[in-house]
């Protein structure tokens, strides 16, 4: 069983930065694939990013893309989110989760993620 905690969210004004992580524990931690997914007012889960078990695979979202940066520390069991010139539509609660390798795993939808993390608040205001 993986237990997951997010850490690093807060208020910000657009333009400006933030750090998330997330530490996982558990049996099988350090060889699933990491992502991240938000969740705006009212709206779907939505892809992030994701760190494979190696760490030699990485994916973004297209909104996100060019600005955040996803990380691992192995040695930690924790994964980094880098966020930069972040935008009032980045607005969300922010959710790590892992995901066990499978045959044809895409690793970009909700569903293909077992274990969550509680998610942390990052709001930009303009």
Known sequence: QVELVESGGGAVQTGDSLKLSCTASGRGASTNHMGWFRRAPGKEREF????????????????????????????????????????????????????????????????EYAHWGQGTQVTVSS
């Open 48 to 111: 992030v990013s994701v760190i494979n078990w190696n760490g030699d695979t990485i994916l973004y979202g297209d909104s996100v893309k060019g600005r955040f940066a996803i990380s691992r520390d192995y040695s930690k069991n924790t994964v980094y989110l880098e966020m930069r010139r972040l935008k009032p539509e980045d607005t969300a609660v922010y959710y790590c989760a892992t995901a066990t390798p499978y045959f044809g795993g895409k690793y970009i939808y909700p569903h």
